[in-house]
C-alpha cells in the first residue's frame, strides 16, 4: 500500500521506505525467514529418518496393493500447497479409480471404487504412507493444513469466505483437524 504522510501517521502497522516513497505492510507473512528455516530442519531430520524405518513396511504395502487389484501402488494427484502452486501428492492407491481432473467424486460409505485392502489402508492412515517423499520434496511439512485435489479447492474457494488463507502456510501430512479428531466418516480421497 502506498499511503501519504497523513494516513501512514494514523495506521498501526509497520512501515518503511522504498525509492523515497512510504510503504506500509497490510499482512505479513506467517513465518519470517529463520522460522521458515527451523520449520524445514525437523521436517527434513524427522522425516528422513521415519522413510528409513518405514520403507520395509511400504514395499510391503505397495506389493499387496499390487497383487490385489490391477493398477499401480501409488497414485498421484495435483494438489494445491504454499501460495497456491500446485504439486503432486503421492499415496498409497486405495481405490480401483485415479481421478485427478476438473471434477473429482468424494468417496462415500461403502464406496464401490474403494478396494477391501484400501479400505483397511484408509482406516489406518497407512495410506499416505509416501507423502514423506513430498516433504523431502519440499512441497509439504509435518504440520500444516491438509493439502485438498485442485478441483476440490476450487469448489471451496467460491463457498467458504477466507478459504484462500490455507495456502499461506505450508500444507502438512497432519494439522489441527486430524489431531483433533475431524476427518471424514468415510475413507478420503
Keep these: 500500500m502506498l499511503p501519504d504522510r497523513s494516513v501512514q501517521s494514523i495506521l498501526n502497522y509497520r512501515t518503511w ?3 523515497q516513497m512510504p510503504l506500509i505492510e497490510i499482512q505479513h507473512a506467517p513465518l519470517s525467514a529463520p522460522e521458515r528455516i527451523a520449520k524445514r ?5 524427522i522425516t528422513a529418518f521415519a522413510f528409513a524405518c518405514l520403507l520395509p513396511m511400504m514395499l510391503l504395502v505397495a506389493s499387496a496393493i499390487r497383487l490385489g487389484s490391477p493398477g499401480p501402488a501409488i ?3 495435483r494438489r494445491t500447497g504454499f501460495n497456491g502452486r500446485e504439486f503432486t501428492i503421492y499415496k498409497f492407491r486405495t481405490m480401483t479409480e485415479m481421478e485427478d481432473g476438473q471434477e473429482i467424486v468424494h468417496t462415500r ?3 464401490s471404487r474403494v478396494t477391501r485392502l484400501g ?3 484408509r482406516q489406518t492412515s497407512m495410506d499416505e504412507l509416501p507423502q514423506p517423499y513430498n516433504v523431502l520434496g519440499g512441497d509439504m511439512s509435518l504440520v500444516g493444513p491438509r ?3 485442485v478441483a476440490h479447492d476450487l469448489e471451496c474457494s467460491q463457498v467458504i469466505a477466507n478459504y484462500a488463507f490455507r495456502h499461506h502456510v505450508q500444507p502438512g501430512i497432519t494439522g489441527w483437524a486430524q489431531v ?3 476427518r471424514a466418516a468415510m475413507p478420503r480421497n
Design 180 to 182: 483433533n479428531g475431524f
Design 41 to 45: 530442519a525437523p521436517d527434513i531430520s
Design 119 to 121: 479400505r483397511l489402508l
Design 109 to 111: 460409505r461403502s464406496d
Design 17 to 19: 521506505k522504498t525509492l
Design 75 to 77: 497414485f498421484r494427484q
Design 147 to 149: 493439502p485438498h485435489p
